[in-house]
Nanobody, 122 residues
Framework: QVQLVESGGGLVQAGDSVRLSCAISGHTFNRYAMGWFRQAPGKERELVAAITWSGDSTRYADSVKGRFTISRDNAKNTMYLQMNSLKPEDTAVYYC???????????????WGQGTRVTVSS
């Protein structure tokens, strides 16, 4: 059973930076593509970023391109989301996700974390 645990959320000011982490356990980390999703109040969950198992390819939502960076450290079984220049509209619960391919992650991940809340005040 794959388990994903996010950390790093909190309350920040607009313009600040935050790094989220997602630790995976229960299976071989480097077999999985990974991704970050978010769900803002009253909105549907949306893809933020995704990364292949090797880390050689990434995808980003247009709204975060140039501000957010997804990365992974397979030796530490951990994925990261570096979020810079945060805006109030980035306020959401951020979820870590895993799948057998980056396509699966972006269309229907097999595994989800419990989420970590990020609140950006203006």
């Amino acid at each position: 059973q794959v388990q994903l645990v996010e950390s790093g959320g909190g309350l920040v000011q607009a313009g600040d930076s935050v790094r989220l982490s997602c630790a995976i356990s229960g299976h071989t980390f480097n077999r999985y593509a990974m991704g970050w999703f978010r769900q803002a109040p009253g909105k549907e969950r949306e893809l933020v970023a995704a990364i292949t198992w090797s880390g050689d390819s990434t995808r980003y939502a247009d709204s975060v391109k140039g501000r957010f960076t997804i990365s992974r450290d397979n030796a530490k079984n951990t994925m990261y989301l570096q979020m810079n220049s945060l805006k109030p509209e980035d306020t959401a619960v951020y979820y870590c996700a895993a799948g057998l391919s980056i396509t699966q992650v972006t269309t229907g991940p097999g595994y989800w974390g419990q989420g970590t809340r990020v609140t950006v005040s203006s």
